[in-house]
């Protein structure tokens, strides 16, 4: 059987293996120890599943196999940060800090949203990832057991492509994959409404909304969503929900120069965010050439963080990584250097 009509078996859920056990006539039970060596010993074999009998090793390397794949290229910046390159053109990025290290996933090549500020919406879409490839990401980087964190704030918009992101949470949190805290899982998302209310009401991971700036008309310029999800809806629907328990809810705030960057637009964002429990994260702009765009000054960001913590809104600014080797917050583009 040729390898795309076998079935990919790293990242499936416990129940997507029980059933593939009962199509296969395999007893219940075994779903239970192909997970073990999925997820917990990490093997890259169906041979090495030596409490599986002959026979049934057999007929899982007749109808499935590991889709672990090595990446193709890895580039390292000057801060440590490490961007790898995986076919066809995924990028995800390793980002070491002190005691955490986290790795940021892509879960499609390109992406659908076309925001006007971001290298990887400017390349158009090519397609979205299985819940294998984007753990792949995890399991085939030599950085995989010191991880602490992900996040999918990589190439591609994840509630486009949600059973894949969620399937692959599931692995992530679940007794039966890694058993990770749900807390050290964030997913990021423009805005789309369908979706999301979905993620939250079946994932406790955290979530990222992309903001960018709090005035409807100068939001739409920046990112077409706008004009199918307004930010009034989107806040209206983060609003039903509790997030002062483990689940964080935060925005992420790129800083353009003159754009959205003055006291009148944090005075904005202060209202637009009223009565909600979050959090800001500033982003400093990443130049290229794809985007008309500059970037803020660091005492305008500075200034722009200090007024929204003097009335009552957490914000921080992230610290920029990688952008050297073009690993940095919008400029995944799949194709190295």
């Given at each position: 059987m040729e390898k795309e009509k076998k079935t990919n078996l790293l990242g499936m859920t416990l129940l997507q293996l029980q059933q593939l056990c009962t199509d296969e006539g395999f007893p219940r039970f075994a779903a239970k120890q192909l997970c073990d060596w999925l997820y917990k010993k990490c093997t890259e074999s169906i041979d090495a599943?030596?409490?599986?009998?002959?026979?049934?090793?057999?007929?899982?390397?007749?109808?499935?196999?590991?889709?672990?794949?090595?990446?193709?290229?890895?580039?390292?910046?000057?801060?440590?940060?490490?961007?790898?390159?995986?076919?066809?053109?995924?990028?995800?990025?390793?980002?070491?800090?002190?005691?955490?290290?986290?790795?940021?996933?892509?879960?499609?090549?390109?992406?659908?949203?076309?925001c006007r500020f971001c290298v990887t919406g400017q390349q158009?879409?090519?397609?979205?990832?299985?819940?294998?490839?984007?753990?792949?990401?995890?399991?085939?980087?030599?950085?995989?057991?010191?991880?602490?964190?992900?996040?999918?704030?990589?190439?591609?918009?994840?509630?486009?492509?949600?059973?894949?992101?969620?399937?692959a949470c599931s692995v992530l949190t679940s007794d039966w994959g890694l058993g990770w805290s749900p807390k050290r899982i964030t997913v990021s998302t423009v805005g789309i409404i369908p979706a999301m209310q979905r993620f939250i009401e079946e994932c406790q991971c955290h979530l990222a909304v992309s903001l960018h700036n709090p005035v409807p008309q100068e939001r739409q310029e920046l990112m077409p969503v706008q004009k199918a999800y307004p930010l009034e809806q989107v806040l209206a629907l983060l609003r039903r929900y509790d997030w002062s328990g483990q689940r964080r809810l935060s925005f992420e705030y790129t800083m353009f120069r003159g754009l959205n960057d003055d006291q009148a637009h944090a005075a904005r964002l202060v209202e637009a965010l009223r009565g909600l429990d979050c959090r800001v994260n500033l982003i400093r702009f990443h130049e290229s050439p794809e985007a008309p765009y500059k970037t803020s000054a660091p005492l305008t960001i500075n200034a722009f963080r200090d007024y929204l913590n003097r009335h009552g809104v957490i914000c921080t600014i992230r610290a920029s990584r990688g952008q050297d080797i073009d690993a940095a917050c919008g400029l995944l583009a799949g194709k190295g250097r």
């Open positions: 599943m030596t409490n599986l009998s002959l026979a049934q090793r057999a007929r899982l390397n007749e109808v499935a196999y590991i889709g672990r794949t090595s990446p193709e290229r890895c580039q390292v910046s000057a801060d440590g940060t490490k961007k790898y390159l995986f076919s066809p053109g995924i990028e995800a990025v390793y980002i070491p800090d002190d005691e955490r290290a986290t790795l940021c996933v892509s879960c499609q090549v390109g992406c659908k949203m076309g158009g879409f090519h397609g979205s990832l299985a819940a294998g490839d984007i753990l792949n990401q995890l399991f085939a980087i030599p950085e995989f057991e010191s991880l602490t964190n992900v996040v999918f704030m990589g190439m591609g918009e994840p509630m486009d492509n949600l059973d894949a992101v969620l399937s």
